[in-house]
Nanobody
Framework: QVQVVESGGGLVQPGGSLRLSCAAS????????MGWYRQAPGKQRELVAT???????NYADSVKGRFTISRDNTKNTVYLQMNSLKPEDTAVYYC?????????????WGQGTQVTVSS
């Protein structure tokens, strides 16, 4: 079965940096889109960034210029480099993986990793 595991979260001061990683295992078919979402307490889950198998990238306006998403297709791994972190970036960050299976897309989520930005 497909498993999605995030890592790299933690506590960082404002202006600091973190690098999140997400590895998908057990994937027989091709991965179409990998992305990062986040959810703060009392807030809806929101898109942070996505990257397609062809390298097309979308960012939320709130993170443009500060975050960078990338992927290593040989490892089925997606990364999120987060720079110039702000307290409002504090949230649980979730990895999303969409697997193409002939005529369908199957959606998989990781358990999340906590990112806390505080002085």
């Amino acid at each position: 079965q497909v498993q999605v595991v995030e890592s790299g979260g933690g506590l960082v001061q404002p202006g600091g940096s973190l690098r999140l990683s997400c590895a998908a295992s057990g994937v027989i078919f091709s991965i179409d889109v990998m992305g990062w979402y986040r959810q703060a307490p009392g807030k809806q889950r929101e898109l942070v960034a996505t990257i397609t198998s062809g390298g097309s990238i979308n960012y939320a306006d709130s993170v443009k210029g500060r975050f960078t998403i990338s992927r290593d297709n040989t490892k089925n791994t997606v990364y999120l480099q987060m720079n110039s972190l702000k307290p409002e970036d504090t949230a649980v960050y979730y990895c999303n993986v969409k697997v193409k299976v002939i005529t369908a897309l199957l959606d998989y989520w990781g358990q999340g990793t906590q990112v806390t930005v505080s002085s």
